[in-house]
């Protein structure tokens, strides 16, 4: 995959010198430390999901302080990636489809990932570092590690507590892991016991401030992209144009397709947006549901679900069925309840234009909902509170870690659609509220979730792994 380098100096008037010094340090550093030696980054899919959008950007920073880092996408047929999707709910704690995790799963799994693991043999040297990530790339490792590579596991997703799903799921999984020379965690409370403490990381995901997803976007020209997308009536006079991650201008040009009743969004109108993939986890419908059931006609406002268009996200076989659902739902709404609720799927075509769209979308909210029913790390959520927004989100995985006090509203019981409903009204009849938690929120992500404190943390995964010593810094 291509990740065009990237300027560290970005980082210069954001963070401040102190930390630009920290991140300066670490690149010279680790840039001396691995002397021409490659870091592959291994995960299941180009785009359509946050560990796509995440390497996108981190390899090409890493790249751009002289680094050799490189990005590959593995190949699998639907059963594959329907079997890892099972695994991928399980270790969430869900159970997902009805299929287990046998001897035929666990031939297929095999199968793929070490024809996968014997093409990128192809390519890397014995001493190079690869970084696998999440559970489509764990059957790699033994052979990578039989042939000298250093191998890191990158798990981005979890659950807070263990149920026979986890332990189906990581018992599935363990084989093949053993050999890792390293394991990299968003959160303590998603690591298995059996996990040594010596090679364990936990570093949380961050966000890229100057990607088409969080760069500024001005008030006179965020008309023109949402007009654009056919979400308002009309364009307006300003410039939908963005500036890609390699530099080069974008423009928005294609529309969105949306599922409404009538009109576009009226202008003026509170917005409420939940941007996530098409994921049961995610609880798209149960958003729509507590929005209908309680905010509609308490408080005008206008609830839009935004997905990316389903055909685009190769990994997740079950994004088609759930996007049906969430239309279903909606089709059964009274009339009145469905001119207040879009659904609404983003073009793929265009990895930066669909960036852009829904850095539009959240930059247009009055308020931002993240109330998934289990969840990994939800960087939704650091990127709506990136546009000064307040989040009204569940209290599950790590999504916790990043709504602080002061900048929304953490829901305890996800599934309480009432509790959701009402307190999501509460805050919109409150607009004054809504100014201040989202001033808090911005604050709050440049000091905790922007990329530099990422990237000075896989610097230490890297001293470690070379030098032979227990790794990372975990936080």
């Not at 570092?129 to 490792?141: E, K, R, S, W």
């Not at 423009?251 to 202008?267: L, Q, T």
Request: aromatic share 6%.
């Amino acid at each position: 995959m291509d990740a065009p380098e990237r300027p560290l100096g970005a980082f210069a008037s954001l963070i401040g010198a102190a930390r630009y010094a920290e991140l300066e340090a670490a690149a010279a550093d680790t840039r001396a430390l691995l002397d021409g030696t490659a870091v592959w980054n291994v995960n299941s899919t180009a785009s359509g999901g946050g560990v796509a959008e995440m390497l996108q950007v981190l390899v090409g920073y890493i790249r751009g302080a002289g680094i050799d880092a490189r990005w590959v996408v593995i190949q699998g047929d639907p059963a594959f990636f329907a079997l890892t999707k099972r695994i991928h709910n399980r270790i969430h704690g869900m159970r997902g489809d009805d299929r287990g995790l046998g001897v035929e799963e666990a031939s297929h799994y095999r199968e793929v990932t070490e024809a996968n693991a014997a093409a990128l043999l192809q390519q890397v040297a014995a001493g190079d570092i690869v970084v696998l990530h999440d559970p489509q790339t764990a059957g790699m490792a033994p052979l990578l590690t039989a042939a000298g590579i250093k191998v890191v596991w990158r798990c981005h997703i979890g659950a807070d507590n263990e149920n026979s799903w986890t332990k189906e799921a990581w018992g599935f999984l363990r084989p093949y892991l053993g050999a890792c020379d390293g394991f990299v965690f968003s959160r303590r409370a998603y690591v298995p016991a059996w996990v040594p403490a010596d090679r364990l990381a936990v570093i949380a995901p961050s966000i890229d401030p100057f990607s088409p997803k969080n760069q500024e976007i001005s008030d006179a020209d965020l008309p023109a992209f949402l007009g654009r997308m056919g979400l308002i009536p009309a364009p307006g006079h300003g410039r939908a144009s963005f500036t890609r991650l390699d530099g080069s201008p974008g423009e928005v040009v294609h529309r969105a397709s949306i599922v409404s009743e009538g009109d576009p969004i009226a202008p003026g109108v509170p917005l409420v947006v939940q941007v996530s993939r098409w994921d049961g986890l995610k609880d798209m419908q149960g958003v729509m549901a507590g929005f209908a059931g309680r905010v509609i006609g308490r408080v005008e406002a206008h609830l839009a679900l935004v997905g990316p268009a389903v055909e685009g996200v190769t990994d997740d076989p079950e994004g088609a069925e759930v996007f049906a659902a969430c239309v279903a739902a909606w089709e059964a709404l009274p009339l009145a309840s469905r001119r207040c609720i879009s659904l609404i799927t983003l073009p793929m075509e265009d990895t930066g234009e669909n960036a852009a769209m829904v850095n539009a979308v959240q930059r247009a909210a009055t308020v931002i909902v993240q109330k998934s029913l289990v969840e990994g790390f939800g960087l939704t959520v650091a990127e709506g509170m990136w546009k000064g927004k307040p989040v009204v989100a569940s209290r599950v995985g790590g999504i916790a870690d990043q709504l602080a006090p002061g900048c929304g509203i953490l829901l305890d019981d996800p599934a309480d659609l009432e509790a959701y409903g009402d307190a999501l009204a509460g805050l919109l009849e409150r607009p004054d509220d809504i100014a201040s938690l989202g001033d808090n929120a911005r604050r709050h992500v440049l000091d905790a979730f922007v990329g530099d404190r990422h990237l000075v943390h896989y610097a230490d995964l890297m001293r470690g792994l070379v030098a032979r010593q227990p790794i990372g810094n975990p936080i």
